[in-house]
């Protein structure tokens, strides 16, 4: 399975996953959105809203960093279950898109 995380450089739940990934040795694809969650149309393809940071493990995309956390501990931590760790997490992504609105121009992630 390919891993690929979506996220912006500032955000700070996106620096917190990164350094997960670090901390565990994980290589995965990096894939910088714009700042604009408008412009995140490659967030929304896979997920289905527009908030970093977006997790995609083969078919499995997690969009809340909690659960990214958990999953990425154990999935691949030293005391994780590996692969059956997978059939644990479904999918976060969510099935009504988010709306855009007026704040929508301007650059966000989740706590902003």
């Known amino acids: 399975m390919a ?12 620096h917190v996953v990164r350094q997960k ?4 040795q994980v290589s995965y694809q990096d894939v910088i959105v714009p ?4 412009m995140r149309t ?7 809203q527009y908030y970093v940071p977006v997790l995609k493990d083969g078919d499995l995309v997690l969009t809340e960093t909690d659960d990214i956390l958990d999953y990425l501990d154990k999935r691949y931590g030293t005391d994780g ?6 059939t644990q997490f479904e999918s976060q992504a969510r099935a009504t898109p988010d709306r855009l609105d007026e704040d929508d121009d301007h ?4 706590i902003n």
């Open 42 to 48: 490659q967030v929304y393809d896979v997920s289905a």
């Open 107 to 110: 650059p966000s992630c989740r």
């Open 21 to 24: 990934l670090s901390d565990l």
């Open 81 to 86: 279950m590996g692969d059956t760790a997978a």
């Open 3 to 14: 891993l690929t995380l979506y996220h912006v450089d500032w955000c700070p739940d996106c």
């Open 35 to 38: 700042d604009s969650r408008r």
